[in-house]
T-cell receptor, first 113, second 112 residues
Framework: DTEVTQTPKHLVMGMTNKKSLKCEQH?????MYWYKQKAKKPPELMFV???????INESVPSRFSPECPNSSLLNLHLHALQPEDSALYLC????????????FGEGSRLTVL | KNQVEQSPQSLIILEGKNCTLQ??????????LRWYKQDTGRGPVSLTI?????NTKSNGRYTATLDADTKQSSLHITASQLSDSASYIC???????????FGGGTRLMVKP
């Protein structure tokens, strides 16, 4: 199984809503990532979890809250988002250290109204 | 500052033709360089990973080259197909840590 599965594929939410994006992988990878991608731009790193511990937080606003319940799951909790947060949110996983392959999920397309 | 520059930003070619995409980087210390293909609205898919000692690596109709001295890489697509229409992203990783530097991508359109 070489897949990273993200749900939901599409999400529309208001600025007062609370929602979550979910990511799952069963490749035994111990590093998982959240990226944000705007149209026609490369992905921007948001968070990195290594061995289920947050190792990198790229100065992301607190309205985005990551969670890594176990080695296979990664969540991104969303609260009080702004319209400019609308983007494609990509989850990825790899063996720690990035010497090997980085596998991306299909992404969750988020629209904030 | 670690940077990855890709050229051209966009490219239109006819089906069946070849094309070459360029990637220049200033990332240090270098660990590896990856080329990803990203269809619109989808997640990136890896095409190749190249380490310092590798000069050329092929994956079907895709051939990547790496010149670690000049810090340049290219991705050559042979006999293009309509399904090659996508963004191609060059990503360079530093030795140690979980840091990747993404290029801005080349948007390729293959027309019939």
């Amino acid at each position: 199984d070489t897949e990273v599965t993200q749900t939901p594929k599409h999400l529309v939410m208001g600025m007062t809503n609370k929602k979550s994006l979910k990511c799952e992988q069963h490749m035994g990878h111990r590093a998982m990532y959240w990226y944000k991608q705007k149209a026609k731009k490369p992905p921007e790193l948001m968070f990195v979890y290594s061995y289920e511990k947050l190792s990198i937080n790229e100065s992301v606003p607190s309205r985005f809250s990551p969670e890594c319940p176990n080695s296979s799951l990664l969540n991104l909790h969303l609260h009080a988002l702004q319209p400019e947060d609308s983007a494609l949110y990509l989850c990825a996983s790899s063996h720690p250290g990035l010497s090997g392959e980085l596998f991306f999920g299909e992404g969750s397309r988020l629209t904030v109204l | 500052k670690n940077q990855v520059e890709q050229s051209p930003q966009s490219l239109i070619i006819l089906e069946g033709k070849n094309c070459t995409l360029q990637c220049n980087y200033t990332v240090s210390p270098f660990s590896n360089l990856r080329w990803y293909k990203q269809d619109t609205g989808r997640g990136p898919v890896s095409l190749t990973i190249m380490t310092f000692s590798e000069n050329t690596k092929s994956n079907g109709r895709y051939t990547a080259t790496l010149d670690a001295d000049t810090k340049q890489s290219s991705l050559h697509i042979t006999a293009s197909q309509l399904s090659d229409s996508a963004s191609y992203i060059c990503v360079v990783s530093v030795r140690a840590g979980n840091m990747l530097t993404f290029g801005g991508g080349t948007r390729l359109m293959v027309k019939p």
